[in-house]
């Protein structure tokens, strides 16, 4: 029997998000499959975070992707990247709360990558007029990762509606960004 690998990594997000200190035992258990299978395929907790960061960041490049950034108002971008993250919501918490992701100098080219594209984003809602000029883009692509990996907590713990994710998120976001009329 093959080793379903996007199984694996979609049920070690799960698992990790709601307990990020789980032991490979329980992330095989979690997967359904034995310690050692898992330990053949992911060398140790760090191979297994580092093909969990592919997978992220892959989704996210993918979502981006489908959410056609450069189209449209920003604002409508914005809501329409939450929507097309929101699968992946739960995957990206635990990544956004992952340490070692981000240790020493260099983050990964693929989180630069999106990084650049949502803070491009942002400065594209700020030029138009739509989005308030005081919070830098970058400031604003944090918060965007923030609220993503907040809101996947409250829908896994069962504070908050699936169905609710992707308007409150984005309500919130824009709620603050959005610039006033004067």
Not at 23 to 31: C, I
Not at 38 to 57: N, P, Q, S, T, W
Request: charge should be negative; include cysteine; aromatic fraction near 6%.
């Amino acid at each position: 029997m093959a080793l379903d690998r996007d199984h694996v990594l979609r049920s070690a997000a799960a698992l990790l998000t709601r307990k990020s200190t789980a032991t490979m035992d329980e992330v095989a258990k979690a997967a359904g499959i034995s310690r050692a299978t898992l330990h053949r395929h992911f060398a140790g907790r760090d191979a297994l975070v580092r093909a969990l960061e592919a997978l992220g960041i892959a989704e996210c490049e993918a979502a981006l992707d489908a959410a056609r950034l450069d189209e449209g108002p920003a604002a409508e971008a914005v809501h329409r990247v939450v929507r097309a993250l929101e699968p992946a919501g739960g995957l990206l918490a635990f990544l956004y709360t992952e340490n070692q992701l981000f240790e020493g100098e260099q983050q990964n080219e693929g989180w630069a990558r999106i990084d650049t594209r949502l803070t491009d984003l942002f400065r594209r809602g700020q030029e138009n007029g739509e989005f308030r000029i005081d919070l830098t883009p970058a400031w604003l692509t944090e918060a965007l990762f923030g609220l993503l990996a907040s809101g996947a907590w409250a829908v896994t713990e069962g504070r908050v509606a699936a169905r609710d994710f992707t308007y409150m998120v984005v309500e919130l976001l824009l709620g603050g960004v959005r610039r006033g009329t004067a």
